[in-house]
């Protein structure tokens, strides 16, 4: 009995998934080529300032973009890319590092859908001090739409494949 709910809810987990925008094979993160992020920034570089709250957003003008920055920000043309960012005020275990881990364009629908990796179960991890902000910004072509975000557990075999994404949390911004 408690083997068929589990199965039910596996099942409600893959057509959420399938309903964000990513098929049950899309387990592997998707590489961005212009991106900034906790785990890659150097110690002297200008670094975003840190969030206030936890923050999901599509940055499309120059004048939001300067003020996530303690300094002058990376340039990005505003005319044809918008910044994503998923940004925590305080990251508790470096597994809760956030990652952008793919950006879906559904045909024949406005908009896109966002995961985040909000948490890690297994395999291995930015090595990143807890305890501070963390984020991560990704250049992507920029889109008028609506920016549907759902925030993902992804959860790793002994081994280190991943063996699915649960789905933590969904809303649109």
């Avoid at 305080?90 to 629908?109: F, N």
Wanted: proline share 5%; hydrophobic share 45%.
């Amino acid at each position: 009995m408690a083997k068929r709910g589990m199965l039910r809810a596996a099942g409600a987990l893959a057509l959420l998934v399938a309903g964000a925008g990513c098929a049950a094979t899309d387990d592997e993160a998707q590489s961005f080529s212009v991106q900034w992020a906790t785990w890659t920034e150097e110690m002297d570089a200008v670094k975003p300032l840190p969030p206030s709250r936890d923050l999901r957003e599509a940055v499309r003008d120059a004048r939001r973009w300067s003020d996530l920055w303690g300094g002058i920000p990376p340039e990005v043309d505003f005319a044809k890319e918008m910044v994503l960012v998923a940004a925590v005020r305080v990251v508790e275990h470096p597994k809760d590092m956030p990652r952008i881990w793919r950006v879906k364009r559904e045909e024949g629908k406005e908009g896109v859908t966002v995961l985040v990796r909000v948490r890690q179960v297994g395999g291995e991890f930015e090595n990143r001090p807890a305890g501070g902000a963390g984020y991560h910004f990704v250049v992507v072509p920029k889109e008028e739409g609506a920016v549907h975000w759902r925030d993902i557990r992804v959860v790793y075999t002994a081994e280190g494949d991943v063996d699915g994404l649960e789905l933590v949390k969904s809303y649109d911004r």
